[in-house]
């Protein structure tokens, strides 16, 4: 796949997020301008809002670019989708007779704010990087043991909690928690002090259903993609977990991308699932490439310092693609919804410079990482600040996701003392 034109210029560059091939879906405001829909295209956004009041985008009766969310597009489903995308292509590219009409409807990614794109119905999180699984595993069981005897079978997950996923640039306040160090025979209610990222991606559900899905259905009714951090307070997870899983640990904050890159940029990226070891049931099987060839990279900026590169993974090193997720999720007859948000799971490769967490990167806090300021980290301190990009190449251009950034505020004064 080469680079398609656009007629705004700096969309047609080969290091740009957002070129004509992408056209992801965001929600910004300006000083003049109250939160809507808007296209990603070069360095401006297209107000959705106002191409759809001029007749431009209208693809159904009632608007569906008013309101600060792309749900309502979502729950048109994908003839609807690809209409967008189709028209959308047209309207933008180099040539097209539209332009002067469009030009006065751009605004300056500079002079935007960015707002949670969709209305995030519920999130689930997963747990479904082998790498990830085993280097985990081994910390905490040894390596005999790394994988838990369902791991092969199935993506492991849990419920999280929706009403805590925020946009990128979010400050995180680091939570209070029950903690229990070894040392110790009572937990201490305290800050923590193993807050941690997690790198990840996130599907977002576009069709409701609302019985079991075939992984080719589940595939069929995802979205699109955003990156996604699952911060994780290590000390309170490690102590709260068993039997039932993480829940305080997580419920801190999820952060995620501020565009919506849709199933359709992302198609020509497409890449198989890693061998399998054992066969998976027939339910959750492959049926054809369902992951995405996309670089991953993660920074760390202590305050007021220069960011380091921690991670460089890529989304195909998963075990389980989302779909496979999405079909496992709804085994059970679970009614998904639009705007429902599926959490990868931790990513990382096979070598220590591919970890998608610190919990992996210091190895449990044990092999503490030096960051090219020459301070070293073990957990996340008051200050930082992470930063994850992904971008996925083609031939001349790339599909980029904005970063995904957050900044770690110092913990509450304690909240149950006045
Ligand atoms: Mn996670």
Redesign the pocket.
């Known amino acids: 796949m080469t680079r398609l034109n656009s007629w705004v210029a700096s969309a047609n560059s080969a290091d740009i997020d957002f070129p004509l091939n992408n056209l992801p879906y965001g929600v910004f405001s300006t000083t003049t301008l109250e939160a809507r829909c808007g296209v990603a295209i070069g360095d401006m956004i297209l107000d959705m809002a106002e191409a759809e009041a001029q007749g431009l985008v209208a693809l159904t009766d009632d608007p569906l670019f008013q309101a600060p969310y792309w749900n309502d597009l979502m729950e048109q489903g994908p003839a609807v989708w690809t209409a967008l995308r189709n028209r959308l292509m047209a309207l933008l590219a180099e040539g097209s007779d539209a332009r002067a009409q469009l030009e006065p409807l751009l605004t300056p990614m500079t002079d935007a704010t960015l707002h949670m794109p969709f209305v995030v119905s519920e999130y689930t999180?997963?747990?479904a990087g082998r790498h990830r699984a085993t280097n985990v595993g081994t910390m905490f069981r040894g390596p005999e043991n790394a994988l838990p005897p369902n791991w092969l079978h199935m993506p492991i997950g849990y419920n999280?909690r929706a009403s805590s996923v925020v946009v990128s640039g979010t400050d995180v306040r680091r939570p209070w928690g029950q903690l229990k160090s070894p040392d110790h025979d009572a937990p201490a209610f305290l800050p923590s002090r193993r807050f941690d990222m997690?790198l990840?991606m996130g599907a977002i559900v576009g069709t409701s259903s609302e019985g079991p899905l075939s992984v080719d259905a589940a595939d069929a009714a995802i979205f699109g993609y955003v990156l996604?951090n699952?911060w994780?307070a290590r000390d309170i997870q490690a102590w709260e977990y068993q039997p039932l899983g993480?829940f305080q640990a997580?419920a801190t904050a999820?952060s995620i991308s501020p565009w919506i890159v849709t199933k359709a940029a992302l198609e020509p990226f497409r890449v198989d699932t890693p061998p399998r070891d054992v066969p998976l049931l027939a339910h959750l099987k492959d049926t054809g490439p369902m992951l995405y060839d996309i670089n991953l990279t993660v920074t760390l900026a202590p305050l007021g310092q220069p960011a380091s590169t921690i991670t460089q993974t890529n989304y195909r090193e998963m075990y389980y693609s989302a779909a496979q997720q999405l079909a496992h999720h709804a085994t059970s007859g679970c009614p998904m919804n639009a705007g429902d948000l599926l959490?990868?799971?931790?990513i990382s490769g096979t070598t220590k410079p591919e970890r998608g967490s610190l919990l992996e990167l210091s190895w449990g806090g044990k092999e503490p990482l030096t960051l090219a300021t020459g301070e070293t980290r073990t957990f996340l301190e008051d200050g930082d600040t992470v930063t994850m990009t992904g971008e996925a190449r083609g031939d001349g251009y790339r599909i980029g996701f904005g970063p995904c950034t957050g900044t770690i505020l110092p913990a509450l004064d304690d909240p149950f003392t006045t």
């Open positions: 999180d997963f747990y999280g997690e990840e996604l699952d994780s993480p997580k999820t959490g990868s799971g931790t």
